[in-house]
């Protein structure tokens, strides 16, 4: 598989959080149009679900959004205003699986196939600094549409994040040390809520692991999600997540590990991932621990470009080639390592072991 190298687009945007969306929105209009049009198809296609049910479903998210963190609300107005979208289509940006499953109770989400995370803390790493990152697995028309932006508002942590193009919250970093990453579980009980791509973000508004724990277990989740977390006074931690129920996973021999299924024996019935997407995910979730184990005290971005790029154990392989799965649209769409404490990422376009890493930091030119 060879392709022609690549990278990601990058902005900065600054201002009040409704001029960070506007600019947002103007400065990449022609991908936030893209991204809409192919969620609506995906959704269409695989569910039976208009452009128009779409949007009005996903405004139905506002109020949990308005309630929880208003700020979320200002920036995806700017983004509508600036791309030209309705306010139901901004919203739809910021959703997916959500809207692909009906939020009443005894109806679980799609199958949980999508990304693996890891931390290190400084004792297992080659220099000290710890490190933090994911492959990220998800529709392969999503290494079209990313961006990775610099977010400074006014009146918050600036963030450099990796996202989809329109998209508020994905991964990455804050300028306060600390570091968020994610992944896909799924379980029974999603609701109206709290979007979970905005969790990250939400996290990266904190200053430590802890505080970051206590700001999202407040929150009325529409759905679950994995987070994986490390701030600059050398915590990490794991917290799983049902719409009602929370789970932490502290750091075993300085590393923390995650794919898509539920690790914490509290949560262990909360599971409704099974066959294929399943394995592959204990499959993927024994291999990043197995790696990562055998380089402790190695551990640097140029080791952990090596084990993300990993083809071993196909096809059930942490970098994830598109045909890998003839049932599954899923790949690896990027790759991204951070060491916050440094305020530094490497991204590089998916298949991660087709395309460089590059380097983006805060201020940068």
């Known amino acids: 598989m060879h392709e022609q190298q690549r990278s990601f687009p990058f902005y900065r945007f600054r201002g009040t959080h409704r001029e960070i ?21 995906r959704l269409q296609a695989r569910h039976g679900i208009s452009p128009a049910q779409a949007s009005a479903a996903a405004a139905r998210y506002r109020a949990a959004v308005l309630r929880e963190a208003p700020f979320f609300d200002e920036e995806i107005q700017g983004i509508a205003e600036g791309a030209g979208l309705s306010l139901g289509e901004a919203y739809l940006l ?22 693996t995370t890891f931390a290190a803390l400084a004792g297992a790493t080659a220099d000290g600094v710890p490190i933090i990152g994911q492959n990220a697995d998800l529709p392969a028309f999503y290494r079209e549409i990313g961006v990775v932006v610099e977010l400074v508002p006014d009146d918050a942590p600036a963030v450099l994040m990796l996202t989809p193009a329109g998209q508020v919250s994905y991964i990455g ?22 979007p979970r791509y905005l969790l990250s973000r939400l996290a990266l508004t904190q200053e430590t692991v802890d505080d970051a724990i206590a700001r999202i277990t407040r929150v009325h989740r529409a759905s679950s999600r994995n987070l994986i977390m490390l701030d600059r006074h050398g915590n990490a931690a794991d917290l799983e997540t049902t719409p009602t129920r929370a789970a932490r996973l502290d750091p075993d021999d300085g590393l923390l590990v995650h794919a898509n299924h539920y690790v914490a024996p509290e949560l262990l019935d909360a599971e409704r991932s099974t066959g294929r ?34 083809r071993e154990g196909w096809p059930d392989a942490l970098c994830r080639w598109p045909e890998d799965d003839a049932e599954s ?10 060491r916050p404490t440094r305020g530094e990422i490497w991204v590089a376009v998916g298949p991660p072991d087709q395309h460089p890493y590059q380097r983006y930091a805060f201020g940068q030119a």
Do not use: K
């Open 94 to 115: 910021q959703l997916r699986a959500e809207l692909a499953v009906t939020p009443e109770p005894g109806v679980a989400g799609e199958p949980a196939d999508e990304c």
């Open 21 to 41: 969306g506007r600019q947002f929105g103007e400065a990449c209009a022609e991908l936030i149009h893209r991204h809409r049009d192919l969620a609506q198809a």
């Open 173 to 194: 970093i804050n300028d306060r040390g600390m570091g968020v990453f994610a992944n896909y579980v799924t379980c029974d009980g999603w609701r109206v809520g709290f």
């Open 329 to 338: 649209d899923v790949m690896t769409f990027a790759s991204v390592i951070a």
């Open 277 to 310: 997407p399943l394995a592959n995910s204990r499959a993927r979730h024994a291999q990043m621990a197995r790696l990562l184990r055998a380089r402790r005290g190695q551990l640097s971005v140029a080791v952990m470009q090596e084990i993300l790029r990993s």
